[in-house]
């Protein structure tokens, strides 16, 4: 999966956002913005999308990107009602593409987090927020604050900012506490991929066990 730094948040501006309320045949159009990035969080039932070429759902409690100069369109009719927030959003460059070993370093350490997104956001393309309800209000507070029809919109800009700043901060603290429980249990994050490997490549083998794969990288078991 992709992470996406967003550089100078300061920088932010949200042109356009919303509620979309969903029939069943309804299916995402097919498109590619050059600025905007499109920010998701689902509320009802799920819809399938196509970016990159790989599948990604909306769905109740998921945060997804859609980010800028990138395709995507809709996979198939909706068979139910769908609903979301969505808010439009750019900067003065375009969201910079991390791999995923790499987003994972920053978020896992807030000492590294805070030294490198000290005026940025990272975030995954999609993740499910452990506290929906909190993400929730803080879309339906966007949506309110751009219906005031203030003379300034600075209230409104600065609400886009401070979502993204806690969904960054919502992944730095999941990712940091995944990586405590490694530590404790004697294992580094490399250490964490190579087993998830040895166990993909051994799915198959009926011997496939912990003591296996603890044998096969020379680990004590009761740590595996």
């Not at 819809?47 to 769905?59: G, P, T, V």
């Not at 439009?88 to 991390?98: A, D, E, N, T």
């Not at 960054?168 to 294992?187: H, P, R, V, W």
């Not at 051994?202 to 990288?217: E, G, R, T």
């Amino acid at each position: 999966m992709d992470y996406f730094l967003f550089k100078n948040i300061k920088s932010t501006f949200s042109g356009v956002s919303g509620y979309a309320i969903l029939n069943p045949g309804w299916k995402h159009m097919a498109r590619k913005l050059d600025t905007d990035t499109v920010l998701i969080f689902g509320k009802k039932n799920t819809a399938s999308i196509i970016e990159n070429n790989q599948e990604i759902l909306i769905k109740p409690g998921r945060v997804l990107l859609l980010p800028a100069a990138r395709f995507h369109y809709g996979n198939k009719p909706i068979s139910k009602n769908v609903s979301y927030y969505w808010i439009h959003f750019h900067q003065h460059s375009k969201p910079v593409v991390f791999e995923e070993n790499v987003a994972r370093k920053i978020l896992s350490n807030p000492h590294i987090a805070k030294q490198r997104l000290e005026n940025a956001a990272l975030l995954p393309q999609y993740f499910d927020v452990p506290n929906p309800e909190t993400i929730s209000q803080l879309f339906h507070n966007i949506l309110v604050e751009n219906n005031q029809k203030f003379y300034s919109d600075i209230i409104y800009q600065n609400s886009i900012i401070n979502l993204l700043v806690t969904l960054t901060q919502t992944c730095i603290t999941f990712y940091s506490k995944e990586n405590d429980i490694n530590i404790e249990k004697g294992l580094m994050p490399d250490t964490v991929n190579k087993i998830i490997m040895k166990i993909e490549e051994n799915l198959s083998d009926p011997n496939c066990s912990v003591k296996y794969i603890s044998s096969l990288l020379n680990l004590n078991e009761d740590y595996t």
